[in-house]
């Protein structure tokens, strides 16, 4: 692993925060490489608030969504809430039905089916809503490059309005209204909402007009915290406010289907990373492995105990998906070795059974073991589907870009991106990805870094400092869990690998004899040879509470490890 030392923000930056916000230097640092520098800046971050948010009709074409949902609803309109399958788009979905059903009883809702007829909108999808009389169509987290859907649903007397997040491309669809704030001619002061957060702006515009306030929606914001989450978007500016406020309803009082989900977890407050890790996935694996109509369907119910069983059969199919992808994973490795593909520049791989719901995972998956950008393959339909996961630094979906002639359709972000193609075009896409990323990639970027945020000795971590660390919380891009690194550090004598197969290495570090603190490093039991003898030797780590036994104590959650030379 690559360590890198962030840069040091100006002394006199820090030393005047410290001044006025009373807190230790390091704390300063920490603040001022996050772009906050001053006293109300620091209170904004410290203290988000719900007035902070930006005014919604400050975003391209929201008057016109807006009006054409109240035309809607004031002639008894059918309205069909349109959403992706994944985590963003079903909470989008659950959201804006939950919101207009509160309006008006002419809403239904629409996810397409992963496999018959893949992401984003669908001509069969746009027929349901012919066939049934629904002259609106909300799109959410999806179409923005569905010109020619669009175009389909117009012809068939279909208005649509589009909300979405993802990157447009050099055209787009002829639409009632799009909301974007990535679109060039978007003006709104904040780029990096995830879908289910374009929808809530939609919603408070709505409810602007019917002279509801901010604090009447907040009920809708654990939906959009969980997107937030899954969809790895910054938690800054805006994000970071509805997250903050989110988290607070998931754990005071979150709806009745997040709640049926969590039931079950041991823990008296959770955190962003376990809405990633726990709720996410859960409501992820109903797409993956059913259809995303389950996973709207437990968001939107009312009654505990219809939502307790919703809540049972999406947690089967998330044990169902963990089983696949851990196969799938094995299987993909193996390829790897078979076509002694270890030294690529790229992972390419392709197995026409493996299920197309888990082959996201499978990528990330892989590039834990080959750290470089990966694709994974399935068969879908007469066409070739696959999953794309990029490093740090690496724009994936650029070098899809410059794959084009290969390619039938491509879509998504920086780091994550899905694709199809036809089956005899896989060969040369694979010769000719390799070839654009070792052509452009810089080499260091394929070593695993580590992001320090600061170096600090052990006598620098007190409660106090702990207490402040913890109000930087939620933690995401943009804002990530410090990391500090220490060094002239040794191990009491006590350190040892614990763990199935001795994976996990527990030590007692100390520095200059002093200051003994507990760290536990998850997947660095090889590396107890470093601290073996009282070896002196350097960490990367975070601080984290360890509770045993009815005590509760600062650790350090060690990242990486390395002799000190």
């Known amino acids: 692993m690559r360590w890198t030392l962030k840069p040091k923000p100006e002394a006199h930056s820090i030393e005047s925060l410290s001044k006025d916000l009373n807190v230790e230097p390091v704390v300063a640092k920490l603040l001022a490489q996050r772009g906050i520098y001053t006293y109300d800046e620091a209170k904004h971050f410290f203290r988000p608030s719900l007035t902070d948010l930006h005014d919604p009709y400050t975003m391209k074409d929201m008057d016109l969504a807006v009006e054409r949902i109240e035309l809607a609803i004031a002639n008894n309109e059918n309205i069909l809430v349109y959403g992706d399958y ?215 119910e009312t009654d505990f105990n219809k939502a307790a069983e919703y809540a049972i059969e999406i947690n089967q199919f998330n044990t169902d998906r963990r089983n696949e992808d851990k196969r799938i994973t094995e299987e993909a490795l193996q390829q790897i070795e078979t076509q002694k593909e270890q030294e690529r520049f790229t992972t390419v791989v392709y197995r026409e059974d493996w299920h197309k719901g888990v082959i996201g995972i499978v990528a990330s998956r892989l590039t834990e073991t080959y750290y470089r950008p990966t694709l994974v393959f399935t068969k879908s339909g007469d066409k070739l589907a696959a999953s794309a996961r990029s490093v740090k630094g690496f724009d994936v979906y650029n070098a899809l870009e410059a794959c084009s002639e290969h390619i039938e359709q491509f879509g998504g972000h920086k780091y994550a991106a899905g694709l199809t193609l036809k089956e005899e075009q896989y060969e040369a896409f694979k010769a000719k990805f390799e070839e654009v990323v070792a052509n452009t990639i810089d080499e260091k970027l394929l070593t695993r870094e580590i992001s320090v945020d600061s170096k600090i000795d052990l006598d620098e971590i007190t409660p106090r400092f702990y207490r402040i660390l913890k109000q930087f919380a939620p933690f995401g891009p943009g804002n990530m869990t410090p990391i500090f690194m220490s060094d002239n550090l040794k191990d009491t004598g006590y350190g040892k690998c614990v763990g199935e197969d001795d994976k996990h290495l527990r030590l007692t570090a100390t520095q200059q004899g002093i200051d003994k603190i507990v760290g536990i490093g998850f997947n660095l039991g090889n590396k107890y040879g470093i601290i073996q003898n009282r070896n002196p030797f350097k960490a990367v780590y975070s601080i984290d509470e360890n509770h045993w036994n009815g005590n509760t104590s600062l650790q350090l959650k060690i990242r990486d490890i390395k002799a000190q030379l």
């Open 86 to 300: 994944d985590v963003d788009g079903t909470t989008s979905v659950a959201l804006m039905s939950s919101y207009l059903k509160t309006r008006t009883p002419q809403v239904a809702t629409y996810i397409p089916d992963r496999y018959e007829e893949g992401y984003g909108i669908s001509f069969k999808g746009i027929d349901f809503a012919s066939d049934n009389d629904f002259s609106l169509i909300v799109a959410l987290d999806c179409g923005i490059k569905a010109i020619d859907k669009v175009k389909y649903a117009k012809e068939k007397g279909i208005d649509f309005i589009i909300c979405d997040h993802h990157k447009p491309g050099p055209e787009l669809p002829n639409a009632l209204a799009i909301l974007n704030p990535k679109r060039e001619d978007c003006n709104y002061p904040f780029k990096e909402l995830c879908g289910c957060g374009v929808g809530f702006k939609l919603v408070q515009a709505l409810a602007k007009n019917e002279g509801l306030e901010i604090e009447d929606l907040t009920g809708y914001l654990d939906l959009v915290a969980t997107a937030i989450g899954a969809d790895i978007v910054p938690i800054t500016g805006e994000n970071r406010i509805l997250a903050f406020y989110g988290l607070k309803v998931i754990n005071t009082n979150p709806r009745i289907g997040i709640k049926a989900l969590i039931s079950e977890v041991n823990k008296e407050e959770l955190t962003i990373t376990d809405v990633v890790f726990i709720v996410a996935p859960r409501i992820n694996a109903a797409g993956r492995m059913k259809h995303g109509n389950h996973a709207v369907t437990l968001l939107t």
